[in-house]
Nanobody, 122 residues
């Protein structure tokens, strides 16, 4: 079993930057894709970004494109999401996920974290 633990959330002012981390632990990690999702109060969980661990290819939601960067440190088994120019509408719980296929659908990732809260004040 693989465990994913997110950290780095917090309160930030609009226009500010924030970096999230997701550490994977447990059995040997062989999944090919990792991703970030987010869920704002009263809204559906939505895709933010995904990374192919083999090719390095990245995909981003239009809402964050140009403001977010997904990356990974394989030696640390850690996935990152660097966010800049944050907006109040970025307020959400951010989750990381890992799976064997590229997907923008949360349920298609077999390993999923518990989330970290990001709050952007105006």
């Amino acid at each position: 079993q693989v465990r994913l633990v997110e950290s780095g959330g917090g309160l930030v002012q609009a226009g500010g930057d924030l970096g999230l981390s997701c550490v994977a632990s447990g059995r040997a990690f062989s999944d090919a894709y990792m991703a970030w999702f987010r869920q704002a109060p009263g809204q559906e969980r939505e895709f933010v970004a995904a990374l192919s661990l083999s090719t390095g290819n990245r995909g981003y939601a239009n809402s964050v494109k140009g403001r977010c960067t997904i990356s990974r440190d394989s030696a640390k088994n850690t996935l990152y999401l660097q966010m800049s120019d944050l907006k109040p509408e970025d307020t959400a719980v951010y989750y990381c996920a890992a799976g064997t296929l590229y997907s923008t659908v949360w349920s298609e990732y077999r390993y999923r974290g518990q989330g970290t809260q990001v709050t952007v004040s105006s």
